[in-house]
């Protein structure tokens, strides 16, 4: 099943929020491909203004500074974008076959491991400035909170009352799903290494089914 990208997310999200002007729409669009694709500290005042197709006046009218106009940018990711993705991620789990396992987290992962690649440039800006700024890294923590709630404690539960997989505390189970997908995820968003999604979810699935698997 295709996942929806963040670009679609996130031009969404500010193409229908009435509170911005239109000029502020083009000016925090142009802002995020730039951020994107030439990195934060990279981008110019001139380079938004440019993109955007309007004066280099209008982008200081609308962000003093262009810390100001980074925080205007990925807020909507963080606080919108974001929560849909996870949000459609949740429903294609509840609506894949539950009935194996390993089979279970091996989609699990490679769609995750997909959708990563797919939008890596967008996930690198969001992960990298998150790090050096603390209101940005509590949005996207709160964010990816969503990930202990919904559809993964629902199917641990199943699993465990099936007696598939160890009678652990559900929310540690998350958290080593969890930490076991970010240990990948990392390689393409951090440190600039390839990821094979095919191989590396059958890879995270086998681990994770030999650790969680009632023997």
Do not use: C, H
């Not at 929806?4 to 229908?16: A, C, G, L, V, W």
């Not at 030439?38 to 003093?64: H, M, N, P, W």
């Amino acid at each position: 099943m295709t996942s929806t990208s963040i670009k679609s997310f996130y031009n969404e999200d500010i193409n229908t929020d009435e509170n911005l002007p239109n000029k502020q729409k083009q000016v925090i669009k142009a802002a995020l491909e730039l951020f994107s694709t030439k990195g934060f500290s990279q981008t110019t005042t001139t380079d938004i203004a440019e993109k955007a197709g309007v004066s280099q006046g209008t982008v200081y009218k609308r962000f003093r500074t262009k810390d100001e106009l980074l925080q205007a940018v990925l807020s909507p990711i963080f606080q919108k974008s974001l929560p849909k993705a996870i949000d459609e991620f949740k429903n294609q789990v509840e609506s894949a076959d539950q009935s194996d396992l390993r089979k279970l987290l091996k989609y699990s992962f490679q769609n995750r491991f997909e959708f990563i690649i797919a939008n890596q440039q967008y996930i690198k800006i969001m992960f990298t400035e998150a790090l050096s700024n603390d209101q940005l890294k509590s949005e996207l923590i709160q964010a990816f909170s969503a990930l202990s709630l919904g559809a993964l404690p629902k199917i641990i539960e199943k699993f465990k009352a099936e007696k598939k997989i160890v009678d652990w505390p559900t929310k540690r189970i998350v958290q080593y799903l969890i930490a076991t997908g970010a240990s990948y995820a990392v390689q393409p968003i951090l440190l600039d290494l390839p990821l094979d999604p095919d191989q590396a979810s059958t890879d995270a699935a086998e681990f994770l089914y030999q650790a969680l698997s009632v023997k």
